[in-house]
């Protein structure tokens, strides 16, 4: 009978009404042993009436087996696999075993799962209960929390039973951030009840007390306690009251009650606490290995410690630890030993060389070797925690020093990946102290510096990975190049934070980088381009960046080589006002990551794309991009990145747009991206031009122009001399400009061309700015950038109301009013505005649209769908479920005012 927990129950029921209802949410149950999480769980089973139950529960050792925990979940709902779409349905089948093919990214799986999920509760809600998910596989934990954080109306429910453990696994930590219900000890008067209801005979009140305090109202310590209520047997446990924890002290009870039984009987209770699935038959060949007949289990039943029938099963999970840790580690041995001789090599060679793994005394080169296949196998199936949890224990087997050195480098190469980097931190001391050969330690040498990375963004990682592509070249002179383009990378990455001269220094070792094996790639041509842009400047490195980018939109693949630098190709584009490769890379950029469901790099090119979204003018649509990664950042766990500021300083609003900056500057201090610190200042320059600000507008722009970053400078140029014109500063306009117009003229996209003749316009005084302005609006109608568009057409207006020439003033004031007000950035338009009421023009109001009134996500959601996507392929391109995606559409037909899909095609959205 259970006793308390109202609240709890209250809490269980109100998750399963709201799911009838059509939401969805999940539910982390936290607590230490025995205090009921399980009980909770069972409670939430019992209740559910009308939903359909799945249930798993992760399995102390089971650690190391990939996708073990998420396939018993997923097991029964398997026959919906064929409503997933494609690259979904094949992640999948690959985690769970059933096909060969390319390693799925966990978070594939996970936005997989969520469709499976979603798919099984059409027909009924669904109850998915997830027990002792401490003890889950780390990629399955992973899953269950991405799909945890993107439920939200497909009548769906996840309850987790999650023990507080110090140190938390892998597996408890990826938990974090989703809702909690965490489990105290029972009320005194509860905890009375349930201690009188568990002793038939009546205690001695000095023992009752005792027994109630040294529980602290955790059942199972009441209820395992009582069994030795006699004060006899109270004087051993009890003497010393604060030496144990209480689950600590249960698991002694446990302990005392299984040495009481014969020596063949505690045996096989080890056996049976060692294998982790609790196979029986698995049971009893092991025990025919040891000679021990099964009969001798008898006498652990009559205890009710554990149960045997068809699997094995002990009364609870304690009892498992207390009898495995109650051994020697000689008896340990043994027992797996016995246990990896009753496992098919053929069925179930993991396992097999996991238990021979557990028995071994000191090292053993076949064991270490057979571990070593086991990881070959997990990482196929996209297990890398797996994968490096093999191999970490490969390493400690392995007699030869050198051939441990280099599984301890795979391992650490696979914690990496994985996202455990201090784990492979600890791994690769172990690599390096070893005899590498000299391409292993360049190897090593490189994931040194790409884990520092990961783990502190440290400014010493271009210069470590310079030293390791110098080592690189004359061994694998493809990884050198690579590791160099790399450096550079990190290089611009840490920007202004970075070490001496910064990039220009890790360019100038880079030059000594071995030529391409070949014929070069995309990322070979990059290389080269950047090392010419960083050692001879802008205008020497057009020609190598063109060839590069014009490779890149070339070689279209989903392979690695087409990837590759990928990051870097953007940046010079952006660099070379090359808006429309630019456009074409980044949608490239997104579909890679999206496909490999890479949600990192997806958040990364998402950001990205957004930014060229605000400068075309679809300012919206930007929005709802920026919604996704805030979402996808949200699903991993990860803290926001606080980058959407390209968007809210092109729409101008100044305490928005200040309140990230300040944010920006500080995380991007702290984490040594200086890069960032280049991008907020140049759009702080942006702001600041729109509000007319221009002092502010020239301190921000000298930021990024001062550094002659990649990317910012070509941003910040224009916006400094505009600045320095309105400031009142006609010299520094006109050396910037300078600059500017040799670049744009190397350049010689529409793009620069435009922008170069809007500044020279700028800085022209008399009748011969008239053609410059003309030109930049030319020029500029021939590119992308709607913004540039509109904001030509702003300045030529001002200068020509200057000028006296009122009716043209208005013309083409009102013209940028109306782009700019309709493009959403307010801050420009206001200024045009100013302007055309200084000729006497009342600008026109822009009317209010229907559309205004949706979410950044419900436009994204809208446009999607207006454009003729299923609900269905919103969902995959979201990762939500088709049903999530429904529900907002309900809210955005409320919002339109309209009925269905069709009728969306007809609306105006922004
Ligand atoms: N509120 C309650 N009233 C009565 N008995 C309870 C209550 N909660 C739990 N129990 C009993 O206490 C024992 C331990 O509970 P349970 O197995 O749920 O703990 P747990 O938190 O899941 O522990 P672990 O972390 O070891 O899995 C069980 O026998 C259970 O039936
Ligand atoms: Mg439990």
Redesign the pocket.
């Given at each position: 009978?259970?006793?308390?927990?109202q609240a709890e129950h209250v809490a269980v029921q109100r998750l399963l009404t709201s799911a009838r209802g059509g939401h969805s949410g999940a539910l982390v149950v936290r607590?230490e042993?025995?205090?009921?999480?399980?009980?909770l769980l069972r409670h939430a089973r019992e209740t559910a009436s009308g939903f359909r139950v799945v249930n798993t529960v992760g399995v102390e050792s089971e650690i190391g087996f990939a996708f073990a925990g998420l396939h018993q979940l997923c097991a029964p709902l398997l026959d919906r696999l064929p409503a997933l779409p494609e690259p979904q349905r094949t992640a999948l089948a690959v985690a769970f075993g059933q096909r060969t093919g390319e390693a799925p990214d966990p978070f594939l799986v996970g936005v997989a799962t969520l469709g499976l999920l979603a798919e099984a509760a059409e027909d009924e809600p669904l109850l998915c209960l997830v027990d002792?998910a401490h003890w889950l596989d780390l990629v399955s934990a992973q899953v269950f929390a991405f799909v945890a954080r993107r439920v939200q109306a497909e009548r769906l429910v996840l309850v987790f039973?999650l023990?507080d453990q110090v140190p938390a696994s892998e597996a408890a930590k990826v938990f974090a951030g989703l809702p909690e219900l965490r489990l105290a000890g029972?009320a005194d008067a509860d905890a009375r009840a349930?201690l009188a209801s568990a002793v038939r005979t009546p205690l001695d009140d000095r023992v009752r007390e005792r027994i109630l305090a040294e529980a602290r109202g955790n059942?199972?310590a009441l209820?395992e306690l009582s069994r030795q209520a006699a004060p006899a047997g109270l004087a051993g446990g009890f003497g010393t009251p604060d030496a144990l924890s209480v689950p600590g002290r249960i698991e002694e009870s446990f302990q005392r009650r299984a040495a009481g039984l014969p020596a063949p009987t505690q045996t096989l209770m080890l056996v049976a606490a060692a294998d982790p699935v609790g196979d029986a038959a698995l049971l009893w060949r092991a025990a025919e290995h040891l000679g021990i007949d099964a009969e001798a289990i008898a006498p652990a039943e009559a205890t009710g410690l554990l149960e045997v029938g068809a699997r094995v099963r002990f009364s609870?999970?304690?009892v498992r630890s207390a009898v495995y840790r109650a051994a020697g580690p000689a008896e340990r041995r043994r027992a797996h030993a016995a246990l990896a001789e009753a496992t098919s090599e053929k069925a179930d060679p993991d396992r097999r060389a996991w238990h021979r793994a557990q028995a071994v005394l000191g090292t053993d080169e076949t064991v270490a070797l057979e571990l070593e296949r086991s990881a070959g196998r997990a990482r196929a199936r996209g297990g890398l925690g797996a994968a490096a949890a093999f191999l970490e224990r490969a390493t400690a087997l392995t007699p030869g020093p050198a051939d441990r050195a280099h599984r301890a480098l795979a391992a650490a190469q696979a914690k990496h990946e994985a996202g455990a980097s201090d784990a492979a931190f600890d791994l690769l001391s172990i690599a390096v102290a070893g005899p590498l050969d000299a391409l292993h330690r360049a190897r090593a040498e490189r994931l040194r510096a790409q884990i520092e990375f990961a783990r502190t963004r440290s400014s010493d990682v271009p210069g470590m990975l310079l030293h390791a592509a110098k080592t690189l070249a004359p061994l694998d002179p493809a990884q050198s190049r690579d590791t160099y383009l790399q450096a550079i990378e990190a290089a611009i990455h840490a920007g202004p934070l970075g070490h001496g001269r910064g990039v220009v220094e890790v360019a100038e070792a880079a030059s000594d980088a071995p030529p391409p094996v070949g014929p070069p790639s995309p990322a070979d041509l990059l290389l080269d381009g950047l090392v010419t842009r960083f050692t001879c400047g802008y205008e020497a490195s057009v020609p190598g960046l063109r060839r590069a980018l014009h490779a890149y939109r070339e070689n279209l693949g989903t392979d690695d080589t087409s990837r590759r630098g990928l990051w870097g190709a953007c940046r010079a584009a952006y660099m070379l006002w090359d808006d429309q490769t630019l456009y074409e890379l980044t949608t490239r950029y997104i579909r890679l990551a999206r496909d490999a469901g890479a949600l990192t790099t997806l958040a990364t090119a998402l950001n990205f794309h957004s930014t060229i979204l605000v400068q075309i003018g679809d300012l919206a649509q930007a929005a709802g991009l920026v919604a996704d990664v805030t979402a996808i950042l949200e699903s991993t766990g990860a803290p926001p990145l606080p980058y959407d500021i390209v968007r809210r300083a092109w729409v101008g609003r100044r305490a928005e747009a200040l309140e990230q900056f300040e944010v920006m500057v500080q995380e991007a201090t702290r984490r040594g991206e200086g890069t960032v610190i280049t991008l907020a200042n140049s759009s702080m320059s942006v702001l600041y031009n729109g509000l007319g600000d221009y002092r502010a507008a020239l301190k921000a722009a000298s930021v990024p122009c001062d550094y002659d970053e990649l990317t910012h400078s070509s941003a910040a140029l224009p916006e400094l001399i505009e600045a320095a014109v309105r400031a009142g500063e006609p010299a520094r306009a006109e050396a910037t400009l300078e600059r500017l117009s040799s670049r744009a003229r190397a350049s010689g996209t529409p793009l620069a061309l435009g922008i170069e003749a809007r500044s020279r316009a700028l800085t022209t005084t008399g009748p011969a700015a008239e053609d410059l302005y003309r030109e930049a609006i030319d020029q500029l109608s021939r590119s992308r950038y709607a913004t540039f568009l509109g904001r030509a057409h702003l300045v030529y207006g001002e200068w020509l109301r200057r000028e006296g020439r009122r009716q043209d003033a208005r013309e083409q004031l009102r013209t940028a009013h109306e782009m700019l007000s309709g493009m959403g950035v307010e801050a420009f338009a206001e200024r045009a505005a100013r302007e055309l009421r200084a000729t006497g023009e009342q600008p026109r109001k822009r009317a209010a649209q229907p559309a205004d009134a949706l979410t950044p996500q419900e436009l994204r959601i809208a446009r999607l769908v207006a454009g003729g996507a299923t609900s269905k392929e919103v969902a995959a391109q979201l990762f939500l479920s088709p049903r999530t995606i429904d529900a907002h559409l309900r809210n955005i037909f409320g919002k339109l005012g309209i009925a269905s899909r069709r009728e969306l095609r007809t609306v105006r959205l922004p």
């Open positions: 009978m259970i006793r308390g927990r607590g042993a025995g205090i009921g999480k399980t009980e002792d039973g023990r029972l349930l059942p199972l209820l609870h999970p304690l």
